[in-house]
């Protein structure tokens, strides 16, 4: 960390600390004038607590570290109450033992606030606190702050289902194994298998992610600790580091368990050089590496974490043994999107009218978050409406209400894109089928899929090494289906075939100088750049030459295959845009 920055903080920490002692000062005044006021009726003796407990009225206990007064609400009531315990560690064995027996309340712990605490004694014990601040600054100035408390990352047990994940199946199919994994680690070690240390969710921030980490958990019955990366990211050396290990000391003792990690990207990012923040980054990433290496011996612990940029990782995440794992999670498509309006409809009224289909259609390109959003807003309209059950006008105010929040981050797909992405898709799988390349089609999406507008999928046939010049040429016409179905059909071109482009350039590139297909170049390696002036000087135009001749062909054979089915074209493209995703079955079908 260089001087300047080291000047700049202690600056900062200088002006905290004047604040700080500010604030303690005002906080204690007023607690002192609020307290006078209604310290007296607002009391609730211990003793009454304990029988309120015990017939299950308490709604709320908020207990703060460090201090004997809980406050407590009881069921139906508005205002809190508070008691002083006789003993916070006997207490917190009473609330535990209440929970135990299925008593549900919430419990809400807080750390003492410096406010709370120093404001409650401030007139005894305020040079102490004073004291006391000023030397945490200046331990704080000298990057030795890793020796508080600086576990924080939130957990608990869940309740969430897979059943309250709407869509996302084959995802889901992919995590039962997990949630196995985790209710009978046993019968899995014994038989040798090695349990799965890491999984990486991949998707836009809003797809549920976190929802179905939950759900995983939920399913196992097992403690879900939670941390979202960015709060790693710490200003004091090491401090991220420990953070890290904490948490899973903490996930050590509760294991089984999940850990879910958000935005790793945030400590996960290639390292690079090793300055500044950047090599505060590393040791909290060596940190995060260092503990699920050494998973073995410990409960089963499983690593949940999600990233909107996965190319952004360090690629040590993803060796074996860490984040092998990977599943993407994509933006729901109509179906998804129905399911998702559907669960999160249970606990509204609607009008009878009301087709979820509808805004389900409407909203494409919309994550599960925002669908959620949606229809809150909705039941907002219809309340300031004074309808008694949300109405389609309600619902279609909803969706335009947050469309345009959306517009902003220009998320909603346009129609001109959907109609683009159908066409090029549709072209993909329209010239696929008229070619040898080994490849059978599982579906064509216009859903949107991580850098991808849409996609065309295919089943995972066995990986070939070897491919003849053939299959090479036929695999150029396919990626040039696309673009060449844009430029027909709608007289327009895309973006959306940049990485077809860009595999075809290599695919190409490949065959002329490492293949040695070009019968014009002959079978010669030219891997290595120098090689070509070796060979004389017309080498290097000749490969571009027989590159471009290559890729010409190709989009010259895709265009044809396209326009002797130019209506498959149309159909394709247009069943595409009612149901933006359709099988493999579903395509032949209009064969
Ligand atoms: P992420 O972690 O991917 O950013 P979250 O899991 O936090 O997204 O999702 C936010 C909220 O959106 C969820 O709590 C849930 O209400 C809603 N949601 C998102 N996806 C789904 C889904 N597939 N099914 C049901 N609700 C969803
Ligand atoms: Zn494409």
Redesign the pocket.
Known sequence: MDNNKNEEKKKMYLSIAILVLLVIIVAGLIYMIVNKKDSQDNELAYTDLIKQLDNQEVEEIEMTVGSTTVKVKRKGEEEEKTTIVPSTQAFVELVQQQTENGNEFKLIQKNASIISRASSAIFTILPTILMVALLVIIVKMQGLGDKGKIYDGKENKTDVKFD?????DEEKTELVELVDFLKEPERFKSMGAKIPKGVL?Y??????????AKAVAGEAGVPFISMSGSEFIEMFAGLGASRVRKLFERARKMAPCIVFI?EIDAIGSRRTSQSGAESENNQTLNQLLVEMDGFEENGTIIVLA?TNRPEMLDKALLRPGRFDRQIT?ST?DVR?RE??LK??SKDKKFADNITLKGIAEDTAGY???E??NILNEAAIVATVNRHDAINQDDLEEAVKKVSIGLQKNSRVISEKEKQLTAYHEAGHAIVGRFLNTGEDLKEISIIPRGVAGGYTMYKNNEDKFYRSKGELEDKLVGLFGGRAAEKLALNDISTGARNDLQVATQIATDMVTVYGMSDRIGPISLEKDEQINILGENMGDAVEEEIKALIDNAYVRAQKILLDNFDKLHLVAELLLKKETITAEEFEQLF
């Open positions: 309250d994940v709407a869509g996302l969710l998707g836009k921030p809003g797809t549920g992610k976190t929802l179905i958000d999600a999670i729901p998804g399911e998702i669960i999160h994550t599960g978050a669908l959620a």
